[in-house]
């Protein structure tokens, strides 16, 4: 394994690179030609992309094993029967049936019924609500019941904007995005001839109403270049008064008590005030029928799905639909039956322990923090002790209670979907009166660590903790630094980044800082703001944006876990009884030491590529910056890479001018 680790590394890098020039190409200059997305038709390659193929292959030997299997709970059984179901999905008039039934359940869709439809037997906010509460499908306005951002024991109800397929505001209006926005129109047209059996001219007509409707909504999202986070966006309401602002247009009353079945007398939340606003304007100018169009094609859209013709991309599609109901599921069994090793919990903890000590002593006294007053250092120091990890196990949740007799079959993959739906909508509706739970987000916790700020906590998937894949006890130590550390390491500097710094040691929405670190803090973050905006990806110039927590946490989280192998390195140098590991830093064919190996692993964990038709997509819609700035941006601000590459002062790698905050 340590060889084929080697050669894995050796076969990514670009070594006849300059790595005080770029240190990207010279890390990862060989990674885009091996795992190019476009010849291997994916939207993006990378670590973890390759995670997920990983433990999708886990997946998919779990799903469509017909033997007995001593690990299957009752549970695990009916999303086994779901994804069948998914599997053995047909289009044809069974399925069409199936999908006009469920728009009945609310009504007609004029484009189904042409002259027939009537216009006065429909009210889009009704409608709407009702969709909400059966299905949990949002369409134009949108409930959310979720934790109390400033008392965050509670839960409560947020009114505000509906998802949007195409995330930003900038993927909607600007010139530059215009193609995506017909690939998007072209997708409508399809999925209502195929589903529906629209009439390609009616579709087409239909498809450009839809479209040029859900642009005039995006008109109210929030330019993602204000950097404004929830803490700005959110006010805190009586039902009452949300209801006057937009009467007699949105009946903000009648759609609380409709989208959750009771008139709700405790304060809500609203979220992004201009999206409302902004619907006072739409809503009386567009069409009824559009709005009723509009509604029902949200709803048939996120029941229906084309399989695809091959049995291996099948397999392949039903999986990531099943983890779409079923994530939590998937990565309790992938746990039980791969993961769960004491190896893996204490590594993780050891790990765990060295960072926040480490990170612990820098905000205790390093002098390269005195722009932070020491009150508001005390205060970070305590913040950092509640901090806490978990790996998403999920290995104390009862999917009993969650699945709550549910009864699935193999035959049916709409009434399955219906049926979830129907549970996952009443279990929603009982948490209004019950104490907040831990926060879920099943798909993105699936994928990568995060860090909930309303719990100030760090959740790391399962997906990383697969052996061999970041790590393993015969691999160098520098590796498992510059890959597992540094990604922990980020997510705790989110928890004191721009947004961070607003929650408090127990995850309430509270400013805890004094108003001259404050000062200090933005100061310092312009640095970031101006580093970032000079970079030219895809022959764009990457956005200016006043938010910079992914730049700060990958900066901090680099220095972070540099500082924590070092730690550990003097340590085993010191010991008799350890300092046999030292020989261990070292990997067969590759000339590096133990600190140069941990920033080539940092930077490979950045290693990728995106499809070239979806470059523009990646610039308007993701946080962070592309990997290649992951890499170049944060070490190029710090002085012990340089150091190690020997990069003279004034090279691209070690400016003269560095950005730091922590």
């Not at 009752?74 to 469920?102: H, M, T, W």
Request: one cysteine or more; hydrophobic letters at 35%.
């Amino acid at each position: 394994m340590e060889r084929a680790k080697a050669a894995e590394i050796k076969s990514y890098m670009n070594e006849s690179a300059d790595p005080c020039s770029d240190f990207y190409q010279f890390a990862c200059g060989n990674y885009a030609r091996i795992n190019s997305a476009d010849a291997q038709e994916v939207a993006s390659t990378g670590l973890f992309e390759q995670l997920t193929k990983a433990l999708n292959h886990k997946l998919m030997y779990m799903l469509n094993n017909k033997e007995e299997d001593r690990h299957d709970t009752p549970e695990d059984k009916q999303v086994k029967i779901f994804y069948e179901s998914c599997k053995r999905l047909e289009l044809g008039p069974n399925y069409e049936a199936k999908l006009r039934e469920l728009i009945s359940e609310f009504g007609a869709m004029p484009v189904l019924e042409g002259d027939a439809w009537q216009e006065s037997h429909f009210n889009w906010l009704e409608t709407s609500a009702r969709v909400y509460y059966r299905y949990g499908v949002t369409a134009i306005l949108a409930i959310e019941i979720t934790k109390d951002i400033a008392e965050n024991q509670i839960n409560r109800a947020y009114i505000g904007q509906q998802d949007f397929l195409l995330e930003s505001r900038s993927m909607y209006l600007d010139e530059q995005n215009e193609v995506y926005r017909k690939i998007y129109r072209n997708k409508i047209q399809n999925n209502l001839e195929k589903f529906l059996s629209v009439k390609s001219s009616l579709a087409k007509k239909t498809a450009q109403e839809i479209m040029d409707f859900e642009v005039e909504l995006a008109q109210g999202l929030m330019d993602e270049k204000e950097g404004l986070d929830i803490t700005q966006t959110t006010e805190l309401l009586t039902v009452p008064e949300i209801h006057k602002r937009y009467a007699p247009v949105i009946d903000v009353e009648r759609f609380f008590y409709i989208s959750l079945g009771e008139n709700v007398t405790d304060p809500v939340y609203e979220f992004n005030r201009r999206y409302q606003e902004n619907l006072l304007k739409v809503i009386p100018r567009t069409n009824a029928s559009t709005l009723a169009n509009y509604i029902f094609y949200r709803l048939v859209s996120d029941f229906a799905e084309v399989p695809p013709e091959s049995e291996k991309k099948r397999r392949e599609s039903c999986i990531d639909l099943t983890k779409k109901t079923f994530a939590k599921n998937l990565d309790n069994m992938v746990y039980r039956r791969y993961v769960n090793t004491n190896e893996t919990s204490n590594e993780i903890e050891l790990l765990w322990h060295q960072l926040k000590a480490t990170f612990n002593r820098t905000l205790s006294f390093s002098p390269l923090l005195n722009w932070i007053k020491p009150e508001t250092r005390q205060l970070a120091i305590q913040k950092l002790a509640a901090l806490t990890l978990e790996i998403n196990s999920y290995t104390e949740t009862d999917f009993a209670a969650e699945l709550d007799n549910l009864q699935l079959t193999v035959d049916d993959y709409v009434e399955n979907m219906r049926q979830t739906r129907l549970l996952s909508m009443r279990q929603v509706r009982e948490e209004m009166h019950q104490p907040a739970k831990p926060i879920e987000d099943g798909q993105l916790l699936s994928y990568t660590p995060a860090n909930i700020l309303v719990e100030n906590i760090i959740k790391v998937p399962v997906a990383i903790l697969q052996p061999y894949q970041l790590w393993s006890e015969v691999y160098p130590n520098a590796i498992l630094y510059g890959t597992l550390a540094s990604l922990i390491a980020h997510e705790i500097m989110h928890t004191f980044d721009d947004m961070g710094r607003k929650f408090d040691l127990h995850g309430n929405a509270h400013d805890w800082w004094d108003e001259k670190s404050s000062e200090n803090f933005l100061e310092r973050q312009k640095c970031f703001t101006a580093q970032y905006a000079r970079y030219v990806y895809n022959n764009i110039r990457l956005k200016e944006s006043t938010s910079q927590s992914e730049n700060i946490a990958d900066n901090g989280g680099v220095r972070l876990a540099y500082a924590a192998y070092r730690n550990w390195y003097n340590a085993a140098l010191a010991n008799p009884q350890t300092l046999k590991q030292l020989a261990k830093e070292k990997l067969p064919g590759l000339n590096y030491t133990g600190n140069q190996l941990f920033f080539i692993s940092y930077a490979q964990i950045w290693c990728s590529d995106t499809h070239s038709r979806l470059r523009q997509i990646q610039l308007a819609t993701d946080d962070h910056v592309p990997g290649k700035f992951r890499v170049i941006g944060p070490l190029s601000n710090f002085e012990e890479f340089a150091k190690e590459f020997q990069c003279p002062s004034g090279s691209r790698m070690n400016p003269s001018k560095k950005c730091k905050i922590y």
